[in-house]
């Protein structure tokens, strides 16, 4: 079969090759992918300008959905024919405190697909048959591949923080995570919600005004009057930084309420490079999040399920793995949302 490997550790060494089918252990399954979404992190591991260890060579993407068509001997529960999605937790070790505890997000030894172990852009996945969920009724391979990303920003907005409905949040950064928590943002009662991106966030600042967003602004500058005035001045009780980069936390720290939280999602690889002394004299919390669990993903398909997430305006392109390169560029220069990836025909 053919498949995206990144096969290097240098700018660029990504590339569509003949790579063998993947056999399965007793514990496995293997599912083939009728959708995979192409995440931000994907266009870094591109251009290697990562924060984490990459096995190379290795099959990119970690967002799918796909039928079983093997199923190990030691598998219960799950049969050929079955709509699944896999959770990004590839290998943990099962023995640390973290595991044994049902947060194996945090394991040490944790690798996700796509990076540790060989994803989706494939027509064939390997899947431990304890990462699998089944899809719902009625939700589509497409809607059900951006269950990954959607767990993101429920794990960071309702496991990691604390929202109250009735009182502003602000999300900064539009890509997909930042628009899945507007979204959960809404069903969580908060209000107004307010979402910031950068010139160039055109077209991923009118889905979030489509999606729930009151406020859908295109510099730091709009969304610190547009909080002054919707929170009198105090600020947002809660700031989620999907972005990642230094002027992201830096808005974080300007904008958060007294006694108030920001959490952050987005990854950056460069440092900070300004004084963190805001975060003392508002007494504000500076919360980390990581991935998601058993739980999270559960609790995302039943959103799905009941058309309670907005999907449509989240996937803006689709198209088969041959164009990966076109569908790295389209996330890239931010004119896509999602993009989804088929395996070749
Ligand atoms: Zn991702
Ligand atoms: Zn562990």
Redesign the pocket.
Known sequence: MRAVVKYGQGDGEVELREVPEPTIGPQDVLVETQAA?V????IEMWHHDVTFRVNTPVIQG??FSGIIREVGREVQGFAVGDRVVSE?AAYICGRCRYCLTGEYNLCPERLGF?YGTDGAFARYVRVPARCLHRIPEGVSFEHAALT??AC?AYNALVVKSRIRPGEPVLVIGPG??GLFCVQIARLSGASPILLVGTEGDGKRLAVGRQIGAEVAVASAEEALAALQEVSEGYGAPLVVDAAGNSAALRLALEAVARNGQITKIGWGPAPVGFSLDLLLTKAATLQGTYSHTWRTWEAILSLLKTDALQMEPMITHQMGIEDWERAYRLVESREAVKVLLWPEG
Not at 39 to 42: L, N, T, V
């Open positions: 979404g995440c931000g992190s994907d970690h967002e990004t796509g990954e990303p993101v997909p995570i």
